[in-house]
């Protein structure tokens, strides 16, 4: 019997990008109705917390993981109309292409050099992207690089990285006073329909 988060849990155990984006291509026509039978609560839960500390703004936003765009939908209805995504898949950027709500969007791979420039963006939001098989916790680099001083990066963490990744390379970041801890949701179920994928978002402050 198959259920709506097999490929996710196939995601999870991918051993480099092209297994992950491989996964999401052939997933893509399917993905957003099986997120919605599970209940999926991430970019609820991201954009909420976005718009808890960061103002409605027309500077450039990316949305990290942007999948089939279901964030590009929430933010600028909640007033960050000036969207831009990235992802590793292109099955999923081609459909988030199709409802024109990002400006440009890219195929591009978290935990690689990106092509944006320093200090291009005021918010980055990633919702469900930094997990296990997903995007690399060392991917924060580079989306602290182009995060202007002032600006936030919002995300959610999940799986291993919750267990224990995240708070490593958190702390790495702070001592090497790359950004400031400002707040965290509660921890959360993402799929709260199906089986439990306990996640948590955070939101830090670029130096
Ligand atoms: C669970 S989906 C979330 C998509 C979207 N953010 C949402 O909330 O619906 C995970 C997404 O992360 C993308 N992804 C996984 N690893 C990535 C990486 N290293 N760089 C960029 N995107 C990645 C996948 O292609 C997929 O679209």
Do not use: C
Not at 46 to 56: F, K
Not at 73 to 80: D, W
Not at 145 to 162: D, E, W
């Amino acid at each position: 019997m198959t259920t709506d988060t097999d490929k996710l849990h196939q995601a999870y155990q991918a051993k480099n990008p092209k297994e992950t984006s491989e996964v999401y291509d052939d997933w893509a026509a399917e993905y957003e109705q099986h997120m919605k039978n599970v209940g999926f609560t991430h970019p609820a839960m991201v954009a909420s917390m976005a718009a808890r500390h960061v103002q409605p703004t027309e500077a450039r936003v990316l949305d990290a993981g942007a999948g089939t765009g279901i964030l590009g939908e929430i933010l600028p209805a909640l007033g960050y109309p000036n969207i831009v995504g990235l992802d590793a898949s292109a099955g999923m950027l081609e459909i988030a292409n199709s409802r024109n709500n990002y400006q440009e969007l890219t195929q591009q791979y978290l935990g690689e050099p990106l092509t944006f420039d320093n200090n291009e963006f005021t918010l980055v939001a990633s919702s469900g992207v930094f997990t296990q098989g997903h995007a690399p916790l060392d991917g924060l680099d580079e989306l602290i690089r182009i995060t202007k001083p002032g600006g936030h990066l919002v995300f959610s963490i999940a799986r291993t990285y919750l267990e224990g990744l995240f708070n490593e390379k958190r702390k790495q970041l702070e001592q090497q006073n790359k950004w400031r801890f400002v707040d965290a949701s509660q921890r959360y179920n993402s799929t709260p329909l199906d089986d439990t994928l306990i996640a948590q978002v955070f939101v830090f402050e670029v130096v």
